[in-house]
């Protein structure tokens, strides 16, 4: 069974440019999230989906941060403009259902210059 | 609100050691999941288990081993003949009934030759 696929591996942006980034969850998953690590902490929930309507987003700074999922199966996370602080590595995962275990990508490392 | 703490930051065993890692948490929910998460070097988080908040009782898989106790809000992580392939970042985190994962800050584990 393929894993959780997210693209880029790796960013280096400036700050206040774009940057986006995709996730394509485990066949079948209805469930997905975005999380925010920033180095030395543990992941932060930044928006969780259930098919494609959200459940939680009220830790996603949506002043700068979207996210979408199309047809409840990919996503992608926008950052417009990005700040410094917005470096880290941002995580997507996806579960079956509500309340099971989750399984994670390999994330995406956001370098902001 | 829901809280995870993970008062060891740094643990250093030497190989075939034990190492207990300790988690607390709280929650006014009665239903709730606790999981652990292990996070290597190369940085994709990998589910080890889950537990709801009505199962107490303790679980083995191999080298390792769980100490629910609602008692005392933990959820305990025992590492048994400690292995240098154990060395990463283990996460504790809760949920409840389905919700986003709320993570402690993590307790990096070394384990030397």
């Known amino acids: 069974e393929a894993g959780v696929a997210q693209s880029p591996r790796y960013k280096i942006i400036e700050k206040r440019q774009s940057v986006a980034f995709w996730c394509n969850p485990i066949?079948?998953?209805?469930?997905l999230y975005w999380y925010q690590q920033i180095l030395g902490q543990g992941p932060k929930l930044l928006i969780q989906?259930?098919?494609?309507?959200?459940?939680?987003d009220s830790q996603l700074p949506k002043d700068r941060f979207s996210a979408e999922r199309l047809k409840g199966v990919d996503s992608t996370l926008k950052i417009q403009p990005a700040k410094l602080e917005d470096s880290a590595v941002y995580l997507c995962?996806?579960?079956?259902?509500?309340?099971?275990?989750?399984?994670f990508g390999p994330g995406t490392r956001l370098t902001v210059l | 609100a829901q809280k995870v703490t993970q008062a060891q930051t740094e643990i250093s065993v030497v190989e075939k050691e034990d190492v207990t890692l300790d988690c607390v948490y709280e929650?006014?929910?009665?239903?709730?999941?606790l999981f652990w998460y292990k996070q290597p070097p190369s940085g994709e988080l990998v589910f080890l288990i889950r537990r709801n908040s009505f199962d107490e009782q303790n679980e083995i898989s191999g080298r390792y081993s769980w100490n629910f106790q609602k008692s005392t809000s933990s959820f305990n992580f025992t590492i048994t003949a400690s292995q240098v392939v154990d060395s990463a970042v283990y996460f504790c985190?809760?949920?409840?009934?389905?919700?986003?994962?709320?993570f402690g800050k993590g307790t990096s584990l070394l384990v030397t030759p």
């Open positions: 989906f259930q098919n494609n309507g959200v459940v939680d």
């Open positions: 929650t006014r929910d009665t239903t709730y999941y």
């Open positions: 995962a996806s579960s079956y259902l509500l309340a099971n275990e989750q399984f």
């Open positions: 985190a809760l949920s409840n009934s389905g919700y986003a994962l709320n």
């Open positions: 066949s079948g998953h209805a469930t």
